[in-house]
């Protein structure tokens, strides 16, 4: 079945199958509607269909699959484009490049230009998350539409380019947080209320909400950042106050791989999100199970695109000193 962009569902014209090219169908929608086939897309389950793919790798099977029509009004001049971004907004970048679900190049209709590379107007990507978010009860975060990217979007950026209203950013975020449950890596803003997030590979808890860009604040406790450093906030109370405590306090060690006498402390944390590591045993090369961080447990040095700066996990290398938060 076909959903126009109307809502209306309808049959195919003409007999699909799931080993039907995707470009077939396209076609066949084109002669359906009577207009240029470069003029529209399909989606499918959150996924843009790519034209040199069949039907059964979408996983659509059946007549009883619903496929999504993003098309442009009749003559191709524009898309119904009611939302629009800011383009001072410091978080965008307008592009040129065409839109990567409606493919629209229409200069009149600003892009944005996504991290991965790709463009969005502000109403496809308004559309997008409320069809992800419709389509699958499970999605929390929104990743580029295009199979051979799928890289995950900002959700601050998101809304940005969206252009949500408060009231919509509110119930998105709402929504957000039912299904991301306690994920420690989202907090509120304690300014603006909003769900942030945290990458998972920023070395630090001193951040600041690129919505209302109030003052630091500590992303651990949710407070105002008291200190002068970056991963201590100064609050009492603070759980990573306890970090440093902890690998301060920590046994040191006498790991197999290490020479007579060498000993390292027990425990490190992950030079990228902090994330606490402990050595049970054998090779000194670590990957941290929260951001996939590969680094060296004795130097502390990160596994790069070359390799390892420390050789071979059986070799030996300075031993770092226990970390200390600052």
């Known amino acids: 079945m076909l959903r126009t962009p109307k809502g209306e ?20 929608i084109a002669e359906l509607l009577i207009q240029n086939i470069s003029q529209f897309t399909l989606t499918y389950s959150g996924q843009v269909l790519e034209d040199d793919k069949i039907l059964r790798f979408y996983n659509i099977t059946s007549s009883s699959c619903v496929i999504n029509i993003a098309q442009k009004v009749i003559g191709g001049a524009k898309y119904s484009e009611e939302r629009s971004f800011d383009p001072k907004n410091p978080l965008i970048r307008p592009t040129d490049n065409p839109d990567c679900i409606t493919l629209d190049n229409d200069p009149k209709c600003p892009r944005a230009l996504m991290p991965c590379g ?10 997008w998350v409320t069809t992800l978010f ?12 295009l199979v051979k990217c799928r890289k995950l979007w900002n959700w601050v950026l998101v809304v940005a380019v969206a252009n949500m209203t408060p009231e919509e950013n509110l119930r998105f975020a709402t929504e957000r947080e039912r299904r991301l449950g306690s994920d420690k890596n989202f907090k509120y803003c304690p300014n603006c209320k909003i769900i942030v997030d945290r990458p998972t590979d920023l070395a ?11 003052s630091d604040f500590c992303f ?41 006498g060498s000993k390292v402390p027990s425990l490190r944390a992950c030079p990228k999100c902090l994330t606490l590591i402990e050595h049970e045993t054998a090779c000194k090369h670590m990957k941290c199970i929260n951001c996939s961080t590969e680094f060296c447990f004795s130097c502390l040095s990160l ?10 996990h059986k070799d030996v290398c300075p031993i770092a000193s226990r970390q200390v938060l600052k």
């Open 134 to 145: 419709q389509k699958n009860e499970k999605i929390a975060d929104v990743r580029c539409p």
């Open 9 to 28: 569902l309808r049959p195919f014209p003409k007999m699909v199958t799931s080993e039907t090219k995707v470009a077939t169908v396209r076609g066949q």
């Open 220 to 260: 651990v406790c949710c407070k105002p950042w008291k200190g002068g450093g970056f991963q201590v906030c100064g609050n009492p109370n603070c759980s990573a106050e306890n970090l440093n405590k902890v690998l301060k306090e920590c046994p040191m060690k006498q790991p197999d791989c290490w020479p007579e």
């Open 303 to 312: 596994k790069t695109a070359t390799g390892w700066a420390c050789k071979s």
């Open 118 to 127: 790709h463009a969005v107007t502000s109403q496809t990507m308004f559309d």
């Open 204 to 214: 630090m808890f001193r951040v600041r909400c690129t919505a209302c860009s109030s």
